[in-house]
């Protein structure tokens, strides 16, 4: 929706006059992403470590890296696909026709996929390592945790493997009926996966969905000829309700367990995270009827509830999206997103279930939170503070509550912060704006221009609307 948002608020600013081509419907509805899109700044992202930025861009014909940071005046090459080529035949890997894509924001290297396997390349030495091998690669809902394992599924159940490693089967009862490790309770309050690897990567916390009981609901696949009905399991109002738990698999025993979240089994089990040092799992669990939700803490040794930190309640809508967030320097705290007071804000909880504090507040929206500083006292975030109809970046102390806007020019802006947190990249635009990105060193406020786009659309007039 929000290149649309964006095309149509630019149709009501553009000038009739000394325009010679009439936008047609189908122009902004087909072109919108094509010829009459703004242009942007491919695969603009910071280099883990550093406040340099990098993005791919055409020269001669010819994709290349390119590399820039606050202080520079001028871009350099940073990586060319010769270059690439020559780390990965050194480690044995086929040379690439094409640039593929590449995180370089990442801790373990630059992660890219070669010869079907998800690798990591260290810049330093030019070594390379697979991530998530060939054989993995293909399966489904693949995930890999910091201590090395790679969690998948397979003919609906799930596995964990190694490199060079059988793969161990966790379950054995998997099917259409029960799912495992996928996103479960129809992907609602901010549920979009099924797998959670603890912050070792040794434990692995999943979703079991029993959707036995659920009747059947027609879906019609116009793709085909003649088209077929295929149904799905939908819980209807007043129907049957699938039953969710959550499973902890310890790749080191081998062993799995189901954590103890009770009755009634309609219930929602959302917003998992990890504690800080593994011991613990947190799950927002919310009755069926939405209205009261409980942040539990669970032990990730034995299953075992241990306590409900807070609960909130609604007369008609509780809506938990986004997990807990510890900090970064105080793993006894965290921050809660919540629609409590009616608009999303941030609250400062430690683990004991106690309130600290609420962090903001306002008749406004929190809309993304984008992480800390190296320090850990300056959390950034994307608000509506001044306005419904723009996005701004804000820094906010968690020590002191001062809050302070980045972001300058009014629009919807989003973000990108380095890994340190002394830069951010600002992407935004407004009605009189098509795209602007720009590099800000937060604490000096300089800032650099990266983009500037022209308006794709100013030899257009608006046409008639019959």
């Known amino acids: 929706m929000k290149p649309l948002i964006f095309f149509f608020s630019i149709l009501i600013n553009i000038s009739v006059i000394a325009q010679n081509k009439v936008l047609s419907i189908e122009d902004a509805l087909v072109k919108n992403r094509t010829s009459l899109s703004p242009e942007n700044l491919k695969h603009l992202q910071f280099i883990y470590g550093t406040d340099d930025y990098v993005y791919l861009k055409k020269n001669d014909d010819k994709n290349?890296?390119?590399?820039?940071?606050?202080?520079?005046?001028?871009?350099?090459?940073?990586?060319?696909?010769?270059?690439?080529?020559?780390?990965?035949?050194?480690?044995?890997?086929?040379?690439?026709?094409?640039?593929?894509?590449?995180?370089?924001?990442?801790a373990?290297?630059?992660?890219?996929?070669?010869?079907?396997?998800?690798?990591?390349?260290?810049?330093?030495?030019?070594?390379?390592?697979?991530?998530?091998?060939?054989?993995?690669?293909?399966?489904?809902?693949?995930?890999?945790?910091?201590?090395?394992?790679?969690?998948?599924?397979?003919?609906?159940?799930?596995?964990?493997?190694?490199?060079?490693?059988?793969?161990?089967?966790?379950?054995?009862?998997?099917?259409?009926?029960?799912?495992?490790?996928?996103?479960?309770?129809?992907?609602?309050?901010?549920?979009?996966?099924?797998?959670?690897?603890?912050?070792?990567?040794?434990?692995?916390?999943?979703y079991r969905m029993d959707q036995r009981m659920v009747n059947d609901y027609p879906i019609i696949d116009w793709s085909q000829s003649p088209a077929k009905n295929e149904n799905i399991k939908y819980p209807m109002a007043g129907g049957k309700s699938h039953h969710v738990t959550v499973g902890i698999y310890n790749a080191e025993t081998r062993k799995t367990f189901y954590l103890k979240t009770g009755l009634p089994a309609e219930q929602y089990l959302t917003n998992i995270a990890w504690s800080p040092d593994d011991k613990f799992l947190y799950i927002a669990v919310l009755n069926r009827g939405q209205?009261?939700?409980?942040?539990?803490?669970?032990?990730?040794?034995?299953?075992?509830?241990?306590?409900?930190?807070?609960?909130?309640?609604?007369?008609?809508?509780?809506?938990?999206?986004?997990?807990?967030?510890?900090?970064?320097?105080?793993?006894?705290?965290?921050?809660?997103?919540?629609?409590?007071?009616?608009?999303?804000?941030?609250?400062?909880?430690?683990?004991?279930?106690?309130?600290?504090?609420?962090?903001?507040?306002?008749?406004?929206?929190?809309?993304?939170?984008?992480?800390?500083?190296?320090?850990?006292?300056?959390?950034?975030?994307i608000s509506t503070e001044e306005s419904p109809l723009t996005k701004n970046i804000y820094q906010l102390n968690i020590r002191t509550g001062i809050i302070k806007r980045i972001s300058v020019e009014p629009g919807v802006h989003t973000a990108k912060l380095s890994t340190n947190g002394n830069c951010i990249i600002d992407v935004f635009s407004n009605t009189n704006t098509p795209r602007m990105i720009r590099l800000t060193d937060i604490k000096t406020g300089q800032s650099k221009t990266l983009l500037a786009a022209l308006n794709p659309l100013a030899d257009y007039s608006l046409g008639s609307m019959d």
Request: a neutral charge; zero cysteines.
């Open 291 to 381: 209205n009261h939700m409980k942040l539990n803490q669970y032990s990730a040794v034995t299953g075992n509830f241990i306590k409900t930190l807070f609960e909130e309640k609604d007369e008609k809508y509780t809506e938990p999206l986004v997990p807990m967030l510890f900090l970064k320097n105080d793993p006894s705290q965290f921050i809660w997103q919540s629609n409590r007071d009616g608009f999303n804000h941030l609250y400062l909880y430690n683990t004991n279930g106690s309130l600290i504090r609420q962090l903001t507040k306002g008749n406004w929206e929190v809309t993304d939170v984008k992480g800390f500083d190296a320090s850990g006292d300056n959390l950034f975030y």
């Open 108 to 206: 373990v290297g630059w992660i890219l996929t070669a010869d079907s396997s998800k690798i990591s390349l260290n810049a330093n030495d030019g070594s390379i390592k697979a991530i998530v091998p060939k054989t993995f690669a293909a399966k489904e809902f693949t995930e890999e945790s910091k201590a090395g394992y790679i969690a998948f599924l397979d003919h609906y159940d799930l596995h964990v493997g190694q490199e060079g490693k059988k793969a161990f089967m966790v379950t054995k009862d998997g099917s259409k009926d029960i799912v495992y490790a996928q996103a479960v309770h129809r992907n609602e309050f901010g549920i979009n996966k099924g797998i959670f690897w603890s912050n070792a990567g040794k434990l692995l916390a999943f």
């Open 64 to 106: 290349i890296w390119v590399k820039g940071n606050i202080n520079s005046t001028e871009e350099s090459v940073f990586l060319t696909l010769e270059d690439l080529n020559q780390k990965l035949s050194k480690a044995g890997y086929s040379a690439l026709k094409t640039f593929p894509e590449i995180q370089f924001d990442k």
